[in-house]
Nanobody, 126 residues
Framework: QVQLVDAGGGRVQAGDSLRLSCSASGGSLFRYMMAWFRQAPGKERAFVAGMTWNGKQITYEDSVKGRFTISRDGADNTAYLQMNSLKVEDTAIYFC???????????????????WGQGTQVTVSS
């Protein structure tokens, strides 16, 4: 099982960009389905973006389509979430998640992921 560490959060203004990273240790992310979730105050953890183990299928939650991009770098064993045109409603704690899986479509269900980062806070002000 890999251990995941999230980083890259911060406090920005609406319209700014941030890039979150999810670094893995204790093993390779090869053959892992990856995803990003977020949890706003008083709300449940929600799917943001997901990618299959081979990167061939990527899905996004509707509100982030065209603004966020999930990616992975096998060389440095890290996944990323590039967030552009940030909005106040994007404010949340962001978590990366992984599951060793050959599924052909990334899951949007938090319960399908076995490995989680500790979360990184993103705060967007108007």
């Amino acid at each position: 099982q890999v251990q995941l560490v999230d980083a890259g959060g911060g406090r920005v203004q609406a319209g700014d960009s941030l890039r979150l990273s999810c670094s893995a240790s204790g093993g390779s992310l090869f053959r892992y389905m990856m995803a990003w979730f977020r949890q706003a105050p008083g709300k449940e953890r929600a799917f943001v973006a997901g990618m299959t183990w081979n990167g061939k299928q990527i899905t996004y939650e509707d509100s982030v389509k065209g603004r966020f991009t999930i990616s992975r770098d096998g060389a440095d064993n890290t996944a990323y979430l590039q967030m552009n045109s940030l909005k106040v409603e994007d404010t949340a704690i962001y978590f990366c998640a992984a599951r060793r899986s050959f599924w052909e479509t990334p899951s949007a269900a938090a319960g399908d992921y076995a490995n989680w980062g500790q979360g990184t806070q993103v705060t967007v002000s108007s």
